[in-house]
């Protein structure tokens, strides 16, 4: 006969061996695998310590041309016959300098063009900005 009772319930257990198996085998696939991968870069050459001297820093040549069309270079005043040869004297003493002329809207355009074409005329690299708050 039956006994229409309930049974004693085993203890119930999952088994985590072959879990923990699968956990080891993907960390150590992924630990092999990483050591593959290969990151791709430049490589840098780095002057020596002897050439890192630091340098003059170019200095720029300041010529300002005023609503009356009177040209200042480094804030002196100067003949459009001049500019060359102060641009050309400047640049002796620092010959990285720029040329950066600013120049007054109401200042005659033909003036400015005369000055770049001297600044040019001097190998000078030149740079044009308003002068004044515009």
Do not use: W
Not at 30 to 37: K, R, S, Y
Not at 66 to 72: A, G
Not at 85 to 105: C, M, Y
């Amino acid at each position: 006969m039956r006994k229409h009772g309930t049974a004693p319930a085993e203890d119930a257990e999952v088994n985590m061996t072959p879990m923990l198996d699968i956990v080891f085998i993907m960390l150590i696939f992924f630990i092999v695998t990483a050591t593959f991968i290969r990151e791709t870069g430049l490589d840098v050459s780095r002057p020596d310590t002897e050439e890192n001297k630091p340098t003059k820093p170019a200095k720029t040549i300041l010529i300002q041309i005023n609503k009356e069309s009177e040209i200042y270079i480094q804030r002196r005043i100067v003949d459009l016959r001049a500019v060359r040869a102060n641009i050309e004297r400047l640049r002796a003493e620092n010959p990285k300098s720029a040329v950066l002329i600013q120049v007054e809207r109401e200042a005659v355009t033909g003036v400015l063009v005369s000055v770049m074409d001297q600044a040019r005329q001097a190998n000078a690299p030149v740079s044009i900005a308003p002068l004044g708050n515009e």
